[in-house]
């Protein structure tokens, strides 16, 4: 009995101290740098491919869903009248099943469902994005800083964002930042 008492003490107590590792490293994150990074790694994507996406996102909207101007909207700044007109799109589907575009959830389906090519989103993405990658070959990317084919982030910029601007050094560094959250975190 003592012995059973015992290992549920260890067992309990690593637990509680993995949890507190994962709060605290994410703690340093704003409630929506968390909400993405969560929402990605839920998605089975790893620590590198939720780095180089929240970085394109920093350098985008810095994280602010309601983020809109006349020619882009929302986390990734999708194109509005312009890209496909992505961003229009992304409103029309969300008000087509009851939810606001500007909330991070429905803009977060909105990128899963682009990435992933399905639905709406994928007519939205349309040849352009096709061309320029796939899901596979993202998440064949192994870092979030090099130079080379391997980069997630530079990769991502091509493939998802299309900026006209893309400040790929802005985009790595963020990337590098999240990485190391994301590291301790999981």
């Known amino acids: 009995m003592i012995i059973v008492a015992a290992a549920a003490v260890v067992l309990f107590g690593f637990a509680v101290s993995t949890g507190e590792t994962h709060g605290r490293a994410l703690a340093s994150l704003s409630s929506s740098e968390r909400a993405v990074a969560i929402y990605l790694h839920d998605k089975g994507l790893d620590n590198v491919h939720v780095a180089a996406i929240m970085g394109n996102i920093q350098q985008e909207s810095r994280f602010d869903a309601t983020s809109s101007t006349s020619v882009a909207a929302g986390l990734c700044q999708w194109g509005l009248g312009v890209d496909g007109d992505r961003g229009g799109a992304l409103k029309r589907w969300a008000a087509s099943i009851g939810r606001d ?86």
């Open 101 to 186: 575009w500007s909330w991070a959830s429905t803009q977060l389906d909105w990128l899963w469902a682009e990435m992933a090519h399905e639905g709406p989103a994928a007519d939205a993405v349309g040849t352009a994005r096709d061309a320029h990658g796939s899901l596979a070959a993202f998440l064949a990317c192994d870092s979030v800083d090099d130079t080379g084919s391997g980069n997630a982030t530079a990769y991502f910029e091509r493939w998802i964002e299309g900026a006209g601007t893309p400040m790929l050094t802005n985009r790595v560094a963020y990337a590098q930042r999240y990485l190391q959250v994301l590291d301790e975190a999981w």
